[in-house]
Every structure is written in C-alpha cells, then in structure tokens.
C-alpha cells in the first residue's frame, strides 16, 4: 500500500516535530508524520547490549498496536527474546546508522510466532543505531491489514526510519531528564551553527546566521528582512551554504543538524 505525497515541505515539518521534543503528545506527532508518508502500524524501540549478555531495555512503543498486546510482546523480548532475535546479529555488524529488512529464513519458527504471528504482525524495517557498546533498535511494523511492506515503501523508510529514530531517542533523553527540556530547539540550533568545531564550522559568519534561520524554519523573504538584505543576497548565501555542505536542498540541510545533534 502506498501513499501520494507531496515531499517538498518535508523540511518545514521536520522543523516543527523537532520543536515537540520532550512533550507529551511527541510520539503521536511523530506517528503521525511518519503515516503520511509510509503507512506503518506500530513502532517500538529497543536499548541490547552489544554483548547480548547484560540485558536489554525497552525504551518506548507507540502507533496502533493494543497497549496490552504491545507490552507482552516488549516484556517477553527483553527477558529472552533479544538473544534470538537475528536482527540483534546484524546491528552488531553494522556501523552505525543502517535500515535493515531481513527475510522470513533468518526468523526462527518459534520467534516468528511469538513476535509476529500471535500479535497480528507480518512484516519489520529496523533502523539500527550503534552507539559505544549498546544497540538501539527502532522497528516499524505492518500488521496483516495492510500487508507487508513493499520495494518502494523500503526505499522510503531508509529515508525517514533513521530521522524518525533519532528523534525518539533523543525524546526519550529529554523525557527522562538526561537533556534539559529547557534547552529549545531554537537554542540547540544556535549552538550547532555557531560551533566552530562542527560540519558548519567552514561557513562564513554570515553563512552561519543564513543557515540557522533557515533550519529555524523561516522563509527567505523574512530572513532578508531579519538581516536587512535583499532576497537575492539570502538565494545566494543559500546557494554558497548548499555547495559548501555538498548538499542540494533544505531536506538534507535539516538532516545534517540532525545527525550532528545526536
């Protein structure tokens, strides 16, 4: 099943779920933006220990699911599950950032049933996070309803699942007092741009100032307005941010201040 969408204010919303971090209704948001381009049915996020002996962690589940059925499911996978589960294998030869689909073969017959045949389940993308010594695990499900995921549904969530994941993460950090929810989304942004040691660090100040409204969200016209310049001096400076960063579009600007935030 696929969904037609219109990815060109795909930079501008990002935006917006940013500026919900830490809040209350932040993994509903996020579903939400997630459903509007790939249609998912449940998510759940998973902390294993690389060396599959210390434990593992379930850190959140949000999306459809019954809250019974999606508890029992995270409760049995973190008391023996992860130990079986092949897509634990793989994270650990992955580096870093990867979008995993493994097939049916690589499932035991007992771990299908219980992680996915008694829960209505049919189908699982990973975005596997490395992090030192721990593993986060964030999967996207599909239940029987809307059959599995397709080719082009996979080439999406490569797209979306690591953005998505890092964002959960870092809520969850938030929500837990681990970063001060007092420290907006506006400020983390400043102290990004404005850090010489970072990917942006070889903008001119003025490139730095362009490139923070932007990723603030503000149009062209009101950041010539903001700067007293004209708006082809903002397209310029855009243009010379963009060629810099070896980027093309607002999209990928917004997802370099992602990766380097987390």
């Given at each position: 099943?696929?969904?037609?969408?219109?990815?060109?204010?795909?930079?501008?919303?990002?935006?917006?779920?940013?500026?919900?971090?830490?809040?209350?209704?932040?993994l509903d948001r996020?579903?939400?933006?997630?459903?509007?381009?790939?249609?998912?049915?449940?998510?759940?996020?998973?902390?294993?220990?690389?060396?599959?002996?210390?434990?593992?962690?379930?850190?959140?589940?949000?999306?459809?699911?019954?809250?019974?059925?999606?508890?029992?499911?995270?409760?049995?996978?973190?008391?023996?599950?992860?130990?079986?589960?092949?897509?634990?294998?793989?994270?650990?030869?992955?580096?870093?950032?990867?979008?995993?689909?493994?097939?049916?073969?690589?499932?035991?017959?007992?771990?299908?049933?219980?992680?996915?045949?008694?829960?209505?389940?049919?189908?699982?993308?990973?975005?596997?996070?490395?992090?030192?010594?721990?593993?986060?695990?964030?999967?996207?499900?599909?239940?029987?309803?809307?059959?599995?995921?397709?080719?082009?549904?996979?080439?999406?969530?490569?797209?979306?699942?690591?953005?998505?994941?890092?964002?959960?993460?870092?809520?969850?950090?938030?929500?837990?007092?681990?970063?001060?929810?007092?420290?907006t989304y506006e400020?983390?942004?400043?102290?990004?741009?404005?850090?010489?040691?970072?990917?942006?660090?070889?903008?001119?100040?003025?490139?730095?100032?362009?490139?923070?409204?932007?990723?603030?969200?503000?149009?062209?016209?009101?950041?010539?307005?903001?700067?007293?310049?004209?708006?082809?001096?903002?397209?310029?400076?855009?243009?010379?941010?963009?060629?810099?960063?070896?980027?093309?579009?607002?999209?990928?600007?917004?997802?370099?201040?992602?990766?380097?935030?987390?």
């Amino acid at each position: 099943m696929k969904k037609n969408v219109d990815w060109r204010p795909f930079a501008d919303r990002l935006t917006t779920l940013a500026k919900a971090e830490g809040h209350s209704r932040f993994l509903d948001r996020a579903f939400a933006f997630l459903n509007d381009y790939v249609i998912v049915d449940s998510c759940a996020v998973f902390k294993v220990a690389a060396d599959k002996v210390s434990g593992a962690e379930h850190l959140c589940t949000f999306g459809t699911l019954q809250a019974d059925v999606a508890d029992k499911l995270a409760q049995d996978y973190i008391s023996n599950g992860f130990k079986n589960d092949p897509m634990v294998q793989t994270a650990l030869l992955t580096p870093r950032v990867r979008v995993r689909r493994l097939p049916d073969t690589q499932y035991s017959r007992a771990y299908r049933s219980q992680y996915f045949n008694k829960a209505g389940l049919i189908d699982k993308i990973t975005s596997i996070h490395s992090s030192k010594n721990v593993l986060f695990l964030v999967s996207f499900y599909r239940i029987e309803g809307h059959g599995v995921f397709t080719a082009e549904d996979f080439k999406d969530l490569e797209r979306l699942a690591p953005i998505i994941g890092r964002f959960v993460l870092r809520h969850i950090r938030i929500s837990r007092g681990n970063k001060n929810l007092a420290e907006t989304y506006e400020d983390r942004i400043a102290q990004l741009v404005q850090d010489t040691t970072q990917i942006f660090a070889h903008l001119s100040a003025r490139e730095r100032q362009v490139c923070q409204n932007i990723l603030l969200g503000q149009q062209e016209k009101d950041i010539a307005q903001q700067l007293n310049v004209t708006l082809n001096t903002v397209v310029t400076y855009r243009r010379r941010i963009y060629a810099k960063l070896n980027i093309g579009s607002k999209a990928e600007l917004f997802q370099l201040a992602l990766i380097s935030q987390t």
